[in-house]
């Protein structure tokens, strides 16, 4: 069982940055690959990112690509999504999530991940 807690939201005028973190409870947290998840308002959730067990292996959406970095640090149980060059249209809520420890490989799938965490609220002014 994984529990995920995601911290760093907040509101920020367009350009700005922002980072968030999500830190994972259990003694395995190396063995889950993670994603970052958002869902604006009145939209469905979507992919943003996601990082392979080791952080070696990292993935974007091409909305987010080149403003947005995934990372972690499993000495510390948490992954981080650093955002520069906001834009008002990525206000969401963003969720970290777990994929089952078997799976070794990122995804862009939300249904390949079974742990959520209840998200935290990114808001970008123009």
């Known amino acids: 069982q994984v529990q995920l807690v995601e911290s760093g939201g907040g509101l920020v005028q367009a350009g700005g940055s922002l980072r968030l973190s999500c830190a994972a409870s259990g003694r395995t947290f190396y063995s889950n690959v993670m994603g970052w998840f958002r869902q604006a308002p009145g939209k469905e959730r979507e992919f943003v990112a996601t990082i392979t067990r080791g952080g070696g292996n990292t993935y974007y959406a091409d909305s987010v690509k080149g403003r947005f970095t995934i990372s972690r640090d499993n000495a510390k149980n948490t992954v981080y999504l650093q955002m520069n060059s906001l834009k008002p249209e990525d206000t969401a809520v963003y969720s970290c999530?777990?994929?089952?420890?078997?799976?070794?490989?990122?995804?862009?799938?939300?249904?390949?991940?079974?742990?959520w965490g209840q998200g935290t609220q990114v808001t970008v002014s123009s």
């Open positions: 999530a777990a994929r089952p420890p078997q799976y070794s490989g990122g995804s862009i799938s939300e249904g390949d991940y079974n742990y």
